[in-house]
């Protein structure tokens, strides 16, 4: 029988008919024709899927269901204004064949924030957490155990409204699909300081993970491309001198025995849940963590007088990436990278949480 359970958000209640996940399995699962020594990013996918939708303020028809295509109109909402958003996050198995997920919590918490900013109505946790309990546990098998490998997660909402028009869909889907996914190597980058491009303004989006966000920062990536670089440094909108992310990861900068990492106060940071990580580990390490506007001017004060040590990005991809070069105008810092220690410690201990080789003692591993 349907029952319903209500969310109260900022102004919106949702309602949801039933907590029923209906589950259709797969006649012939791809698992056998899949090439896990030659796993690209994000171009595999297991064998089911999870489907939801939003309508009259419900969310209804959970479903785990085979992958497949979506079935939609030209006139789609989502295509034509962009109300979509997205998480990324990472499920492991340990040698017993137990599966984690890494603090998906965290991640939904992240995602119901971007859902609030787009005018979107909230996923409850009876779909974006049992849903995904229930999809990784019937696809658990494409974990690959071994060492660096993981099963990526992909939940999604967009508008699905079939009407050309600028305003809030009154129709979503949410869905979550299941990517495994190979060692993710990360040479130390080459990046520097993004001074014509923004990704981000106080009052605008660049706090929620929203499809937009990734869309409007190609160009600089592209041009960083072209230039020999690998990514930017993003800087404030308004002076270009405050540092904010490296394309899509935080930045922390160790400066003497400090790591400092822009705050989130603006709203123009992705909150990571890496940069969490980051934050409660390197605390362990015994450094002091200031989450505080950073300049560009401190940090090449600090390079001239040699206490800028190290400087490095964190993400669910590549977890951490060093950086080799840093370019500000005609002034470049290069760094010896195989002379560091607090990165590679970092990048260790939070794979070694993730594998079960470390205590997990921030409860971050979800048991499936
Ligand atoms: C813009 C941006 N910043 C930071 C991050 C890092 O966040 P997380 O550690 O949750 O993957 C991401 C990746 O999700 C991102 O897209």
């Known amino acids: 029988m349907a029952f319903f359970v209500s969310l109260r ?138 060492e660096d490998y993981s099963l990526y997660i992909r939940p999604v909402m967009f508008a699905s409204d079939e009407v050309i028009g600028v305003k809030p869909s009154d129709n979503y889907k949410f869905f979550i699909l299941l990517s495994p996914t190979g060692p993710y190597y990360s040479a130390p980058m080459r990046i520097y300081v993004e001074e014509k491009y923004t990704r981000a303004a106080p009052g605008g989006v660049g706090f929620s993970k929203t499809a937009g966000n990734y869309a ?77 506007p950073l300049s560009i001017d401190e940090i090449i004060t600090a390079h001239k007088k040699g206490t800028l040590k190290e400087v490095f990005g964190t993400g669910t991809a590549a977890t951490i990436s060093m950086i080799k070069e840093l370019k500000y105008k005609d002034y470049v810092i290069h760094f010896d990278t195989d002379k560091w220690k607090v990165a590679p410690t970092l990048k260790k201990w939070i794979t070694d949480i993730r594998e079960g080789r470390r205590e997990d003692k921030y409860d971050w591993m979800w048991k499936v």
Request: charged share 25%; glycine share 6%.
């Open 9 to 146: 958000c900022k102004n919106s209640l949702i309602m949801i008919a039933s907590s029923v996940i209906n589950v259709t399995r797969a006649e012939r699962s791809k698992l056998q024709d899949t090439n896990f020594d030659k796993l690209v990013f994000g171009r595999y996918f297991t064998d089911h899927m999870l489907e939801a939708d939003y309508e009259n303020g419900e969310w209804k028809n959970v479903e785990i269901k085979p992958f497949q295509p979506l079935l939609m109109s030209p006139s789609l909402a989502a295509l034509h204004y962009g109300q979509s958003i997205f998480e990324g996050i990472k499920a492991y198995r340990d040698k017993e064949g137990n599966a984690y997920i890494f603090r998906p919590q965290d991640n939904f918490r992240r995602f119901n924030i971007s859902a609030a900013r787009m005018q979107m109505p909230l996923v409850p946790e009876e779909i974006f957490m049992e849903g995904m309990r229930r999809l990784v546990a019937i696809d658990k098998n494409w974990i690959p155990a071994k």
């Open 216 to 292: 409007s920062a190609l160009m600089a990536s592209a041009v960083a491309k072209e230039q020999g670089y690998d990514q930017v440094l993003w800087t404030d909108a308004f002076e270009h001198r405050f540092v904010q992310e490296i394309g899509t990861m935080n930045v922390f900068f160790i400066i003497g025995d400090v790591a400092v990492t822009p705050g989130l106060e603006e709203g123009t940071i992705l909150e990571g849940v890496t940069r969490q990580s980051a934050i409660s580990l390197l605390q362990e390490m015994g450094l002091k963590v200031e989450e505080r």
